[in-house]
């Protein structure tokens, strides 16, 4: 079955793109989105077969939402333990130490 957990738009202890009125955040907000699957692949490594980090268009009062997700295959062992591991372990920051 497929399942899937939800990483924010952005590093959690960074500031993010906003929901506003504003037509102009959303490719704004899909660029931070595609920068932080980039930053969690770079810190975590790729996904394994049966996961998958994407972007997940969600509603919102203000209009719509963006986020980061990793679907995964929950009967999967290794793709279940890579999504819990990005829910546990994605970056706080945009620079890490190496």
Excluded at 22 to 39: F, G, N, S
Excluded at 60 to 89: K, Q
Aim: proline fraction near 5%; charge should be negative; glycine fraction near 4%.
């Amino acid at each position: 079955m497929k399942d899937f957990t939800s990483l924010g738009s952005a590093p959690a202890e960074e500031n993010c793109v906003s929901v506003s009125r504003d037509v102009e955040y959303l490719p704004a907000m899909r660029e931070e989105c595609k920068r932080y699957i980039a930053l969690i692949r770079q810190v975590l490594g790729d996904e394994p077969s049966g996961a998958r980090l994407a972007i997940q268009s969600n509603p919102h009062d203000f209009g719509t939402y963006l986020e980061v997700v990793c679907y995964f295959d929950d009967s999967d062992e290794a793709a279940a333990n890579y999504a819990y591991h990005c829910e546990e372990a994605a970056p706080l920051h945009w620079r890490v130490a190496n």
